[in-house]
Nanobody
Framework: QVQLVESGGGLVQAGGSLRLSCAASGRTFSRYAMGWFRQPPGKEREFVAAIFWSGGATYYAGSVKGRFTISRDNTAKNTVYLQMNSLKAEDTAVYYC????????????????WGQGTQVTVSS
């Protein structure tokens, strides 16, 4: 089992920044690919970013590429981060982190473990 807890969400003005954190506990964190997903109001959950277990490869949705950065700390912190810059109103969503005991994926159903989510609201 892997437990994931997100933090760092909040209300921010358009153009601002936020950094989300996802703290992992349980099985060996460094062996899991990690992803960030979001669910805007009234919409399906969508892929945002993912990072390979070693941190050597990252992947982004086109809508956030160049603005968001995913990173991870496989030391005692066992945390994955999502730095979000130049936020837009359309980034408003509940953001979730997820873990997968395989290669990265853009498909939510392929992730085995999920956090509870953190709300990000961008005011225009």
């Amino acid at each position: 089992q892997v437990q994931l807890v997100e933090s760092g969400g909040g209300l921010v003005q358009a153009g601002g920044s936020l950094r989300l954190s996802c703290a992992a506990s349980g099985r060996t964190f460094s062996r899991y690919a990690m992803g960030w997903f979001r669910q805007p109001p009234g919409k399906e959950r969508e892929f945002v970013a993912a990072i390979f277990w070693s941190g050597g490869a990252t992947y982004y949705a086109g809508s956030v590429k160049g603005r968001f950065t995913i990173s991870r700390d496989n030391t005692a912190k066992n945390t994955v981060y999502l730095q979000m810059n130049s936020l837009k109103a359309e980034d408003t969503a509940v953001y979730y982190c997820a873990a997968r005991s395989s290669v990265v994926s853009r498909t939510p159903d392929q992730y085995e473990y999920w956090g509870q989510g953190t709300q990000v609201t961008v005011s225009s």
